[in-house]
């Protein structure tokens, strides 16, 4: 099972930015897809950004241009660059690897 631990969330004006982190802890990171998710309170968990093995991007049209997913293979890390930052990006920001989930971090966007 990969442990994931998320780090980065925080409360941001909107235009702010903000970037989110997540480490695994599996060995074999570097032969995942990995993924951001992310639950807003009383939605359904959303998928926000993917990055393959072969670092092929997924983007959701409500954030695509805003967001980029990128991975750092030697350290087992992903992270997720949040900009212009909306209202409606308020959620709590999961990592997904190999259908494991961390604890999830909390993003609050505020006007």
């Known amino acids: 099972q990969v442990q994931l631990v998320e780090s980065g969330g925080g409360l941001v004006q909107a235009g702010g930015s903000l970037r989110l982190s997540c480490a695994a802890s599996e060995r074999s990171f570097s032969v995942y897809n990995v993924a951001w998710f992310r639950q807003a309170p009383g939605k359904e968990r959303e998928s926000v950004a993917r990055i393959s093995s072969a670092y092929r991007l997924y983007y959701a049209d409500s954030v695509e241009g805003r967001f980029t997913i990128s991975r750092d293979n030697a350290k087992n890390m992903v992270y997720l660059q949040m900009n212009s930052l909306q209202f409606d990006d308020t959620a709590v920001y999961y990592c997904?690897?190999?259908?494991?989930w961390g604890q999830g971090t909390q993003v609050t966007v505020f006007s």
């Open positions: 997904n690897v190999a259908q494991n």
